[in-house]
């Protein structure tokens, strides 16, 4: 049985098997130097391309663009129904109440803006016939009123005597009616605009 020799030179920190030899070449590694501050490495955010890698050439999204002519439609078809509520609202109270007037230009204004999307023009739709709704529907509380005092049908006095149902609407109408239109007219711009704009 052979015994190991300790390798010749002298003993490092009583140790008899290290000793003061330098390293063989290959095992040494360099030493970085400690002079140059560290080199930070470059991130690049997820989803972007990387250096060395080809790119085609991508084109930028065209913006969301609404049904224009759905949009006209739903907002005619909430302006006849918010004008015949509307002119409910009217023959039953005798009054003109200017809350219901401002729910007519935003019923509109939301249907316009949820159904057509975002388009420039719709606002301004929504505007004519929040206005036209409001006219309807007065004229239809004028004739439930003008029925009611006559005694005729509703259907007579407002296809048979639109006229004097016109007349009336005319000689009924005061400034207050119409800052319920100029007021009617700015909520259904507004919310057809914020409405298409957040779809």
């Keep these: ?7 010749s030179g002298p003993p490092v920190d009583n140790n008899p ?3 003061d030899a330098p390293a063989p070449a ?6 970085a130097p400690t002079d140059q501050p ?3 490495q470059q991130a690049f955010p997820q989803g972007a391309p990387q250096p060395g890698f080809p ?3 991508v084109a ?3 913006p969301a663009q609404g049904n224009f ?4 439609v739903a907002a005619i078809g909430a302006g006849v129904v918010s004008a015949i509520l509307y002119g409910l609202i009217i023959g039953l109270t005798k009054h003109e109440i200017g809350y219901a007037a401002v729910g007519v230009g935003f019923l509109v204004g939301i249907a316009a803006g949820r159904i057509g999307g975002r388009n420039q023009t719709l606002p301004v739709v929504s505007v004519i016939v929040s206005v036209a709704g409001i006219y309807l529907g007065q004229l239809i509380g004028t004739a439930m009123i003008g029925a009611d005092e006559t005694g005729l049908g509703f259907s007579t006095i407002f296809f048979d005597h639109f006229d004097v149902v016109q007349q009336a609407w005319k000689d009924g109408s005061d400034p207050l009616t119409f800052v319920f239109f100029a007021i ?4 259904a711009f507004q919310s057809a605009r914020k409405t298409g704009h957040s779809h």
């Design 38 to 40: 560290p080199v930070p």
């Design 69 to 72: 002519a759905l949009g006209v």
């Design 17 to 19: 098997y290290a000793t």
């Design 26 to 31: 290959a095992a040494a590694a360099p030493a």
């Design 184 to 187: 009617a007219a700015y909520v």
């Design 60 to 62: 930028p999204a065209a």
């Design 1 to 7: 049985m052979s015994q190991s020799t300790p390798p």
């Design 55 to 57: 790119v085609a050439p």
